[in-house]
């Protein structure tokens, strides 16, 4: 071909092409190359004791790896795995009821916080101080006056018969607030004696039903009324 120029090797530098190829090929070997370590063999020689090693411990380890995740099944059997959900429901439900029961305990801190402004309605502090306080003006009213406000007696004549009754004029009181006292020399356990009975206390009477003595003999009685504040 006009205009080209063929170049050709002479013989030595042929040969140190010829001899680099053997030494390249030498070096990379072939694929079925064995016996490869840190220091030794072909580069397929090498590649092919990494895959050997890789899949050798890769299996081992895999099959190692096997055994324990049965033997964690073994261990976490149905029955034991329930029980640990259960513990962590319950769990749940323990720091739930902790919560409220924290905002309780902080409720109860509020309601009994020290605070001696007496109320009815307010803090537990408060109420007790309501208390205390009408405690205190109640036994100051009681120390003043005492607890008896009035006293009244008198005589009960003795009844003729079974039914005689006497109503007796007394001094206002308050029937809700008394206490009325009946006494006789007539025992009740004689046949035919009967003792003072009451009938009834209005504001400004009482009346009673007179005793009456198994015999002849005249048998009175007495009446008290005490009224309280």
Known sequence: MAGNRVYLADKPTLDKVDTTTANTN??????????????????????????????????????????????????FTDVRVAKIDAIDTNAASAATKATAAAGDAAQAKTNTAVNNTASATGTLSQKLSKVIGDVAALNTALGAKGA??????????????????????????????????????????????????????????????????????DVGGIWEIIEFY
Do not use: H
């Open 148 to 217: 008896v406000k009035s006293v009244q007696r008198g005589v009960i004549s003795a009844g003729g018969t079974v039914n005689d009754t006497m109503t007796i004029p007394i001094s206002a009181v308050n029937p809700a607030k008394c206490s009325v006292r009946l006494e006789s020399r007539v025992q009740a356990s004689i046949n035919g004696a009967f003792a003072p009975l009451l009938i009834s206390l209005t504001e400004t009477a009482l009346t009673v039903k007179k005793p009456l003595a198994a015999n002849t003999v």
């Open 26 to 75: 030498g070096k990379v070997g072939t694929t079925g190359d064995v016996g490869g370590s840190t220091s030794a063999g072909s580069i397929f020689g090498k590649l092919n004791a990494l895959l050997a090693y890789l899949l050798g411990n890769v299996t081992e380890s895999l099959a190692s790896i096997w055994g324990q995740g049965k033997r964690l099944n073994d261990l």
